[in-house]
T-cell receptor, first 114, second 115 residues
Framework: DQQVKQNSPSLSVQEGRISILNCDYTNSMFDYFLWYKKYPAEGPTFLISISSIKDKNEDGRFTVFLNKSAKHLSLHIVPSQPGDSAVYFC?????????????FGTGTRLQVTL | EPEVTQTPSHQVTQMGQEVILRCVPISNHLYFYWYRQILGQKVEFLVSFYNNEISEKSEIFDDQFSVERPDGSNFTLKIRSTKLEDSAMYFCATKPSGHNNQPQHFGDGTRLSIL
């Protein structure tokens, strides 16, 4: 079941540059998309989300873009900082109520180098 | 900032034994979830819980699994007779209401090791 896919298992970016993490989905019922950040030995930490009625959401250094026709979303981090080094998970849900379980991608490990 | 708290952080159990994993949700959150992540694999949904009953469960959540909120605060996941393949990180997540446009907040997980 590959409803949410992150095709890049890892990404290395220099400090100060832009990090772009990508995610594709196949289920057209998904209407809410989230990015979580995960450090080792910790749980996923919510970073930013976007509803399917929007195509962009920005929060400080983090911006999420949604292209519904391509079933693609991306997370931009500008400027990247060493503390951003973590595994980033894309997740999606559909509908309201507790039916809104999250379906996760496999994650992308971001390494921000000095 | 309020947190979801999970205990224990690590549980080592013999195959066939029962385990109970505990979660204290964020106060005033009403919707609860369990997920698991087998080493090297993606985070997978197990079960969702609202108003003291299961709302949805995945194929993974078979008769060996159960959830309850025994005292109105803790939210527990019980595995009745553990198998080797139950070894994984188990994450509890909660959110305040049923509105879809709200993120779920995760605890730091319990690492379950079945010997």
């Amino acid at each position: 079941d590959q409803q949410v896919k992150q095709n890049s298992p890892s990404l290395s970016v220099q400090e100060g540059r832009i990090s772009i993490l990508n995610c594709d989905y196949t289920n057209s019922m998904f209407d809410y998309f989230l990015w979580y950040k995960k450090y080792p030995a910790e749980g996923p930490t919510f970073l930013i989300s976007i509803s399917s009625i929007k195509d962009k959401n920005e929060d400080g250094r983090f911006t999420v873009f949604l292209n519904k026709s391509a079933k693609h979303l991306s997370l931009h981090i500008v400027p990247s900082q060493p503390g951003d080094s973590a595994v980033y998970f894309c997740a999606a849900s559909a509908g309201t109520g507790t039916a809104s379980k999250l379906t996760f991608g496999t994650g992308t490990r971001l390494q921000v180098t000095l | 900032e309020p947190e979801v708290t999970q205990t224990p952080s690590h549980q080592v159990t013999q195959m066939g034994q029962e385990v109970i994993l505990r979660c204290v949700p964020i106060s005033n959150h009403l919707y609860f979830y369990w997920y698991r992540q087998i080493l090297g694999q993606k985070v997978e949904f197990l079960v969702s819980f609202y108003n003291n009953e299961i709302s949805e469960k995945s194929e993974i959540f078979d008769d060996q699994f159960s959830v309850e909120r025994p005292d109105g605060s803790n939210f527990t996941l019980k595995i009745r007779s553990t198998k080797l393949e139950d070894s994984a990180m188990y994450f509890c997540a909660t959110k305040p209401s049923g509105h879809n446009n709200q993120p779920q907040h995760f605890g730091d997980g319990t690492r379950l090791s079945i010997l």
